[in-house]
């Protein structure tokens, strides 16, 4: 879960926290040129983002798990990831600029309506036709394992709604809602499309991000970049309406993404560091700069 989804507030303080943070340091983000860039630098500086790091080195990784929480000792533990390759972007790419502006924007003004009623008949409940009871009853929209997955399918190719006339595309795109958001896009990309992909909205991406500073060229850095979460609207009578996108506790990282989950116990840490350390993976590698270095000048010499 990235650090600005941790917290119920979170998701309603994000612009704040991303203006005031530009407003109080802005030669800390003068090279900074798209909303991935300050989102990084934000990280960096431990400000909370909808970015999640991860690392593409397993020693690196292990680092951070021998790391002692305190002030209770704990296990660590290292998950490997395998992510698709169509959930892969580059720091470049439209689809992370879509993402990362989500942060500029108010959370009031992200209400967006991805489906407008659940008269769905597909995937949900294989085939057969909902009755109004089965409204009442249950969540229309789940019942199946991967139902975002299957949500989409069925609009893309099932449904003739007259709501979304001429195109699903199209008519999404044009919501008040979406406006906010484009505002924010085009600001670092003046000729972007108003063609924002519902799915890409509620999805996470692994992005490769440009390795703008030594620390992240020395933790082979990358970033989850979390989406919006979706919401289905429930009536007074019990019935369920539309289907809404929202700054909310936002996606969920998908279980077939993680490979293995290796736990590392508290009491070898100390061991693994000394190891890792042989190899070059220091506090002053992981954290370059001349004031780690000192720390560890005196740890080593015992001053």
């Known amino acids: 879960i990235p650090s600005i989804l941790r917290t119920p507030d979170g998701p309603e303080i994000e612009h704040l926290l991303f203006r005031d943070m530009v407003a109080h340091e802005p030669q800390s983000f003068s090279e900074c040129r798209l909303a991935l860039d300050y989102l990084v630098q934000m990280q960096h500086y431990g400000l909370p983002t909808r970015l999640l790091d991860v690392t593409m080195n397993p020693l690196v990784a292990l680092y951070f798990a021998c790391e002692e929480a305190t002030p209770h000792p704990a296990d660590g533990a290292v998950y490997h ?6 959930k892969v972007k580059h720091y470049d790419s439209d689809t992370v600029s879509v993402l990362a502006n989500l942060a500029k924007c108010a959370y009031y003004d992200l209400c967006i309506c991805v489906y407008p009623l659940p008269d769905l008949e597909g995937p949900f409940n294989f085939g057969l036709p909902l009755s109004f009871a089965n409204f009442r009853s249950k969540n229309p929209y789940k019942g199946v394992e991967s139902w975002v997955d299957e949500l989409w399918r069925h609009i893309l190719f099932k449904t003739s709604s007259s709501y979304w006339e001429p195109s699903y595309l199209n008519s999404f795109n044009e919501q008040e809602e979406i406006g906010s958001l484009l505002h924010q896009i085009r600001g670092e990309k003046p000729h ?3 063609l924002i992909q519902p799915y890409d909205l509620v999805s996470i991406f692994l992005v490769k991000a440009k390795y703008g ?72 590698y992981i954290y370059p700069g001349i004031e780690q270095y000192a720390k560890e000048l005196k740890q080593r010499y015992d001053l």
Do not use: C, H, M
């Not at 979706?230 to 009578?237: A, E, K, S, V």
């Open 81 to 86: 990831f395998a992510v698709p390759e169509q």
């Open 213 to 284: 500073n030594q620390r992240i060229t020395n933790q082979s850095g990358a970033f989850l970049l979390f989406g919006l979460e979706l919401y289905p609207y429930q009536y007074d009578d019990g019935s369920w309406g539309p289907l809404y996108a929202f700054k909310g506790e936002g996606p969920k990282v998908p279980a077939e993404w993680i490979k293995r989950e290796f736990i590392i116990p508290s009491d070898k840490k100390d061991t693994i560091r000394n190891e890792l350390a042989n190899l070059g993976i220091t506090d002053s």
């Open 192 to 194: 972007f499309q108003p």
